[in-house]
């Protein structure tokens, strides 16, 4: 199967659902970690078409949406300093720090500039020698390799202007996180099919292991969701929770060695702080001592206000999977794709503005 339409084709889909409406036999709820996935549910009606048996949750997995208000703050107060550029990706305008935006900064003349990808941040920096560019390195998994690679770039080239500020995060620990906490009871989880083909489906172990708890890794096509539930159902039915992949086009158990080689070349673990989640160990990444000259929060020791989220919000317990977006009393009123109140508006990837996209009727 080589085309998208392949991935869509009507009579396959159906057989799916008939078989997990079929193998489906006590309630369940599964998971999807990923933005991307929580959209192409919503996008192809998936809920709608699972049995009463099977509820769908949507999980953390948007890195824009995880970035904690504070760091927002730190990113608007290095913008805000004379003779630098911030470079990040569009998306990251319009997220609420406490008291602004980097949208509202840019307005208000500090030069922030939306870039594609770290690419074009460094040839900001080549052109702007006289200026210190900082790119806003918010990412998963996913994205964390191109980081590293600038940075590296960077290095190779004697570019002396260019500084990360590093927001990256990694998923498999903040998984853990959640289990931990208990909050929210599952019994599968759709693993993110992006951030896999990084880190391969190994890292998910510990989670049938030590929490009983099903995982697949899918796609973001129709089929590939559909069929990550239907093998999802298959474990929790035969009682034997492990890791699969339903996306073996893209995702390997052992992941892209030569990116995860890359990223520990660049990068040491260390904790970090998620919206709504909080303090989360292991799960950050900052520059190895070798690279801190490229270390934007060495270089610019910014001083903010005390944070804080926007007053009704409810985005971090979105994220945590124990409120649904429509249980926000600001969902749909004060806060619309247009007026964004909280991240989970702002990004596509984002819970809330999936829901206002494509409605909150659920089924199942
Ligand atoms: Fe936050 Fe808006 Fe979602 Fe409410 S609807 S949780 S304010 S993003």
Redesign the pocket.
Known sequence: MRFIDEFRNPELAEALVDRIKKRSTRDVRLMEFCGSHTVAIFKFGIRQLMPPTVEMLSGPGCPVCVTDTADIDKAIAMAQLPGVILCTFGVMLKVPGTLTSLQQAKAEGSDVRIVYSTVDALEIARKNKEKNVIFLGVGFETTIPTIAASVLQAEGECIENYYVFSLAKLCPPVMKALLEAGEVILDGIICPGHVSAIIGSKPYGFIPRDYGISCVVSGFEPLDILQAIDMLISQIEEGKPRVEIAYRRGVSPEGNTKALELMKQVFKVCQTRWRGVGEVPQSGLRLRGKYQRFNAEIKFPVETTKSRE?K????G??LRGV?K?T??????Q??TLEH???????SYE????T??LYGSDEGG
Do not use: R
């Not at 009704?312 to 985005?315: F, I, T």
């Not at 249980?327 to 749909?332: A, I, Q, V």
């Not at 964004?340 to 702002?346: L, T």
């Open positions: 926007p009704g919000c409810l985005c317990h979105v409120k977006p249980d926000c009393t600001l969902f749909s004060e806060c964004p109140v909280g991240p989970c508006m702002v984002g819970a809330c503005s829901y206002y």
